[in-house]
T-cell receptor, first 115, second 114 residues
Framework: DVKVTQSSRYLVKRTGEKVFLECVQD?????MFWYRQDPGLGLRLIYF???????EKGDIPEGYSVSREKKERFSLILESASTNQTSMYLC??????????????FGQGTRLTVV | AQSVTQLGSHVSVSEGALVLLRCNYS??????LFWYVQYPNQGLQLLLK??????LVKGINGFEAEFKKSETSFHLTKPSAHMSDAAEYFC????????????FGQGTELSVKP
């Protein structure tokens, strides 16, 4: 079974802190994604990576950055956390190449609260 | 760019009744479409996917979806709802011209009454 593991289920951070959310997948997937989920807004793409050290902005990248130094790991960084970044964060991975018909596999999510 | 719209943020059905969750897509090329389910406090799990070929797609847990090009729709159905189907459901589409980004609709929360 594909496994996507997010380092924390629940996280509480203070305003202004630098926050790291970590995601690891064990299926040698090329593509990895970070989404945030808010009630009524569904999942919105923050960043995605289609290969090591390659990244592209999603629909809401402001206030976030990412790092992909190794194929299996994709980190989301909140440079200076703010209360409007309180949300559920979901990591996903999928095969790359021409695999438009391949699904993404999701982690359990990290519920981040910024106080 | 390809996108999806889910009609109805909340749907409530009685146990044993038909489940119908609506999804319309916007795409100038044949889309790759997906339905995911999210149970409380969990990540997303794939229910089914449409690529090309058969327009009626069967998924897990008795769900199916029909791709209708003329209506630009990909609605999710289940003949008889079960209490365990209560969850949030998301429709999603792959974006061709943006590296295969997976873009989601707003989600529909399904409640099942006994």
């Amino acid at each position: 079974d594909v496994k996507v593991t997010q380092s924390s289920r629940y996280l509480v951070k203070r305003t202004g802190e630098k926050v790291f959310l970590e995601c690891v997948q064990d299926m040698d997937h090329e593509k990895m994604f970070w989404y945030r989920q808010d009630p009524g807004l569904g999942l919105r793409l923050i960043y995605f990576s289609y290969d090591v050290k390659m990244k592209e902005k999603g629909d809401i990248p402001e206030g976030y950055s990412v790092s992909r130094e190794k194929k299996e790991r994709f980190s989301l960084i909140l440079e200076s956390a703010s209360t409007n970044q309180t949300s559920m964060y979901l990591c996903a991975s999928s095969f790359g190449g021409a695999g438009m018909n391949t699904e993404a596999f999701f982690g359990q999510g990290t519920r981040l609260t910024v106080v | 760019a390809q996108s999806v719209t889910q009609l109805g943020s909340h749907v409530s059905v009685s146990e044993g009744a038909l489940v119908l969750l609506r999804c319309n897509y916007s795409s100038s090329v044949p889309p790759y479409l997906f339905w995911y389910v999210q149970y409380p406090n969990q990540g997303l799990q794939l229910l089914l996917k449409y690529t090309t070929g058969a327009t009626l797609v069967k998924g897990i847990n008795g769900f199916e979806a029909e791709f209708k090009k003329s209506e630009t729709s990909f609605h999710l159905t289940k003949p008889s709802a079960h209490m365990s189907d209560a969850a949030e459901y998301f429709c999603a589409v792959r974006r061709y011209n943006q590296g295969g980004k997976l873009i989601f609709g707003q989600g529909t929360e399904l409640s099942v009454k006994p």
